[in-house]
């Protein structure tokens, strides 16, 4: 069957440190994989996007990589501040067809960053 | 500013009664999607549409339906709520090769 798996608990660290959350997927080949950053009681808000040729993508304190043998991204937020404290949902994007812009989601990492 | 709007934030309302969740963006783009969120689960899409009169069921079945008679408006209509139904629903635009923007979503309460 077809998983989208993040980090299974929540994820606390210290400012300043780096963060890095985990999306694992079977049985699907995304030409896309982005990244979302979800508050409480808000809609998701687009953060990264990576294309299935492209290893790694860096957007000022954020970096993803995705590699596609191991089925893998992971989202590094570095020297990180209390204001990144959200969830952070992986989704996968097929781009193919008449899938073209269907997003399938992971539960999400929440993520506490303490002073 | 371009963006994208839904309202109510918040509804409770008892087993049976007809609801719409209304989605309205000022972006103009030709997708649009509803996905429904339960506390610390995915998102699921249950709708989308590319373009006017063109309405598709997701992934998720729901018994809610959609419409797109304009393209800055996409409403779900559920004609008899149930407490099934409690969830958060939140709509969503693309333009093409981009990313989705959300709105910030209906939270529904079926009593």
């Known amino acids: 069957s077809q998983k989208i798996e993040q980090n299974s608990e929540a994820l606390n660290i210290q400012e300043g440190k780096t963060a890095t959350l985990t999306c694992n997927y079977t049985n699907y080949s995304p030409a896309y994989l982005q990244w979302y950053r979800q508050d409480p009681g808000r809609g998701p808000v687009f953060l990264l996007l990576?294309?299935?040729?492209?290893k790694e993508k860096r957007k000022e304190r954020l970096k993803v990589t995705f590699d596609t043998t191991l089925k893998q991204s992971l989202f590094h937020i570095t020297a990180s501040q209390p204001a990144d404290s959200a969830t952070y949902l992986c989704?996968?994007?097929?781009?193919?067809?008449?899938?073209?812009?269907?997003?399938?989601f992971g539960r999400g990492t929440q993520l506490t960053v303490w002073p | 500013e371009a963006d994208i709007y839904q309202t109510p934030r918040y509804l409770v309302i008892g087993t049976g009664k007809k609801i719409t969740l209304e989605c309205s963006q000022t972006?103009?783009?030709?997708?649009m999607y509803w996905y429904q969120q339960d506390p610390g689960m995915e998102l699921h899409l249950i709708h989308y549409?590319?373009?006017?009169?063109?309405?598709e069921k997701g992934d998720l079945s729901s018994e809610s339906t959609v419409s797109r008679i304009r393209t800055e408006h996409f409403p779900l209509t559920l004609e008899s709520a149930r407490p099934s139904h409690t969830s958060q629903y939140l709509c969503a635009t693309a333009g093409f090769g981009s990313p989705l923007h959300f709105g910030n979503g209906t939270r529904l309460t079926v009593t």
């Open positions: 549409s590319y373009g006017v009169n063109s309405t």
């Open positions: 972006m103009g783009h030709d997708k």
């Open positions: 990576i294309r299935e040729n492209e």
């Open positions: 989704a996968l994007d097929l781009g193919r067809g008449s899938t073209l812009g269907r997003l399938y």
